[in-house]
């Protein structure tokens, strides 16, 4: 693995932190040349608590939950949100869900330990992943979680004998592939018909599908599911899968006798991560999705569905940032310049993955114009180990502490231990006061598993 060639004709964009726009969270202000979040200096919050770091702005949290939530029950009143928590959890996030009446989507039996030890009612839990063990689903199904969703005739077989031995009816949906092609990277598509998950469309194989969850003891099917991926701008594909969605609820009602009452269109929109990012807003989301379900229902003669939305990044990803501390500079004349902070791609992998993009700034000079292109490299044992590729920041010097903007979604959740690096905090920041809602690691913490 190694970086792409850097383009040398890339020019400085000189803008300073406040012109980044879109990026930065709700309450990103610049006093005295440093950057503030949540009324927190994030210069003395470095200091204080060490890099690398993760700062999210609790207040941005809130009020997204909150945007989704509106948009959604004025347009649409029988809906709800379900926060993907596979974006970002700890206990505070899912207590802040909870507090802010969305429901929790959980796709791994240790997501949903974290929610059950946080006190979030298991009834508005929904069960993802194309693979879940018997174990998880025995966990689930013995929580008493809301919604299981099916992802195969296995999972189908063995949530009917896990919910006959314990005596009880689970709510089931299926999750089914529509087929639509969305406009994001390959590696975030889940929608089209090359994909691991759900029931495919293709042959009536969904179609006949139903048949067997309809004759399994154990198991309501009450609900379809469909999620055609992640960071989606173009949102004509919201509005394709959710006509087929409701075509087959329509041919579903005709063949088996079954209204199908609840609908999950899967994630939520697309957000910025550079200044040219123009991704649709919440409201527009939500005015395309209910205009799409009301239009398709009316057409094939159905009753509108219970309508429910699953976002994850688009909650959590503007409101995160890392700092990190500048520890060497090595310029390269006529390659790149490089500029070594203290982590990585063990807490933030996506660079590494595919390329991801990514503003920064130093905080300590978030007033001064961006006016050098460098490379934000890691200090991993990988050549392709980096976290900002040619990007714009202001000129950077040893102890500098730079701001990475838009992490709150998969850094943390994807983070490693790679080179025996401990996971950096996370800190909740608003109304000026800062505190640890998810403590650093220590090197004892690497080895606290090891026999």
């Known amino acids: 693995m190694s970086l792409p060639a850097s383009d040398l004709t890339k020019q400085a964009d000189h803008l300073t932190t406040m012109d980044l726009g879109a990026v930065l969270p709700a309450t990103a202000e610049v006093r005295e040349g440093h950057l503030f979040i949540g009324g927190v200096d994030m210069v003395e919050l470095a200091r204080e608590q060490g890099t690398a770091l993760y700062v999210f702005d609790e207040a941005d949290i809130r009020g997204r939950l909150a945007t989704y939530r509106e948009n959604f029950q004025s347009r649409y009143a029988n809906s709800e949100i379900i926060y993907a928590s596979k974006a970002f959890i ?52 013995s929580a008493g979680v809301g919604r299981i969703v099916l992802d195969s005739r296995l999972e189908l077989a063995r949530v009917s004998e896990i919910a006959q031995r314990l005596g009880v009816v689970q709510d089931v949906y299926m999750r089914i592939t529509p087929g639509v092609e969305a406009d994001t990277h390959e590696y975030i598509k889940t929608g089209c018909e090359d994909s691991k998950f759900g029931f495919t469309m293709r042959e009536d194989f969904a179609f006949n599908c139903v048949g067997d969850v309809l004759a399994a003891p154990g198991v309501n099917l009450v609900g379809l599911h469909c999620h055609i991926g992640s960071q989606i701008f173009a949102l004509h594909s919201f509005a394709e899968a959710v006509e087929i969605m409701v075509e087959f609820i329509a041919r579903i009602k005709e063949r088996y006798g079954l209204e199908i009452t609840e ?22 989301f939500a005015e395309v999705a209910t205009e799409a379900l009301l239009g398709s229902c009316e057409v ?49 992998i996506r660079t590494a993955l595919y390329h991801a993009a990514y503003e920064a700034v130093i905080a300590n000079k978030a007033d001064q114009p961006r006016t050098e292109i460098v490379t934000l490299a890691g200090k991993h044992c990988e050549s392709g180990d980096a976290v900002v590729l040619d990007g714009s920041i202001q000129t950077p010097e040893l102890g ?34 800062a505190r640890v809602v998810t403590r650093r690691e220590t090197y004892n913490d690497l080895m606290t598993c090891d026999i």
């Open 300 to 348: 094939h003669g159905v009753n509108p569905p219970k309508l429910l939305t699953e976002p994850g990044r688009s909650i959590v990803a503007t409101a995160g940032v890392t700092l990190y501390t500048v520890g060497i500079l090595k310029t390269l004349p006529g390659i790149r310049k490089y500029v070594a902070i203290d982590g990585g791609m063990s807490d933030n």
């Open 90 to 141: 700890n206990k505070e996030m899912v207590r802040i869900v909870a507090a802010e009446g969305a429901s929790l989507d959980v796709s791994g039996g240790g997501e949903l330990a974290i929610a059950l030890a946080a006190g979030f009612p298991a009834e508005r839990v929904y069960v993802h992943g194309n693979n879940k063990t018997p174990q998880e689903l025995e966990e689930a199904i």
């Open 263 to 284: 609908l999950d269109i899967g994630g939520g929109v697309g957000i910025a991560y550079t200044v040219q990012d123009q991704p649709a807003t919440i409201e527009q």
């Open 400 to 433: 500098d502490i730079v701001c990475v903007f838009d992490t709150g979604a998969y850094c943390r959740s994807m983070s490693s231990n790679y080179n025996g690096q401990p996971r950096p905090a996370v800190v909740f920041v608003k109304d000026g006061t």
